[in-house]
């Protein structure tokens, strides 16, 4: 069965430019999240769906940050304009359900943004 | 969300037992302890969870104390693939099921 898929893995951008991150979550899991993992540090969530409902974006910076899952299946998260401070690697991740605090959630390999 | 603590790194030599710590002095009677890991260059990756009762999967166990607020995962006989930034979460109920991820323990496996 194919895990989390990610792309692209590695993105170098100019500062201000528009940069989009593409994440297809394991087939029938209705939940899918957007972590932000800085260097040296744990990830943090910023974005979670029930199917093609954004149910907890209280971290997302919306300012510059967006994100769509179309048809409940697979999602974008766009930064627009990036700033140096973006850099940082994107992870996606999808679990069956989050309404169960025992469920387990599969990771992607993660998008690594680098802003210059 | 609750917090928990763990030393930043540990060391352990391949083939022999590591014992992770976490210590989570204000867990709730309806917390799970989960723990994640990530490879280098990997997302993180589900290990292990338990509630009250020590358990046991193909990965590792986890043994948490009387009063939860401590809990030790053990990987009985460590390779090089488990060298990996290890954390302990707490998961909880109520509104609240998205994962916290702290800074995390980085083991180290020595040949």
């Known amino acids: 069965e194919a895990g989390v898929v990610q792309s692209p893995r590695y993105k170098i951008i100019e500062k201000k430019q528009p940069v989009a991150f593409w994440c297809n979550p394991i087939?029938?899991?209705?939940?899918l999240y957007w972590y932000l993992q800085n260097l040296g540090q744990g990830p943090e969530l910023l974005i979670r769906?029930?199917?093609?409902?954004?149910?907890?974006d209280s971290q997302l910076p919306k300012d510059r940050f967006s994100a769509e899952r179309l048809k409940g299946v697979d999602s974008t998260l766009k930064i627009q304009p990036a700033e140096l401070g973006d850099s940082a690697v994107y992870l996606c991740?999808?679990?069956?359900?989050?309404?169960?605090?025992?469920?387990?959630?599969?990771f992607g390999p993660g998008t690594r943004l680098t802003v210059l | 969300d609750a917090k928990t603590t763990q030393p930043n790194s540990m060391e352990s030599n391949e083939e022999e037992p590591v014992h992770l710590p976490c210590n989570h002095p204000?867990?709730?009677?309806?917390?799970?302890i989960h723990w994640y890991r990530q490879l280098p260059s990997q997302g993180p990756e589900y290990v292990i969870h338990?509630?009250?009762s020590n358990v046991n999967n193909r990965m590792a166990s986890l043994a948490i104390a009387e009063d939860r607020k401590s809990s030790t995962l053990i990987l009985h006989r460590a390779t090089l693939r488990d060298a990996a930034v290890y954390y302990c979460?707490?998961?909880?109920?109520?509104?609240?099921?998205?994962?916290?991820f702290g800074k995390g323990t980085l083991l180290t496996v020595n040949p």
């Open positions: 769906y029930e199917n093609e409902e954004a149910v907890d």
């Open positions: 204000t867990i709730s009677g309806t917390d799970y």
């Open positions: 338990g509630l009250t």
């Open positions: 087939s029938g899991h209705n939940t």
């Open positions: 979460i707490l998961r909880g109920g109520g509104s609240n099921y998205k994962l916290t």
């Open positions: 991740a999808s679990s069956l359900e989050s309404g169960c605090s025992y469920n387990e959630q599969f």
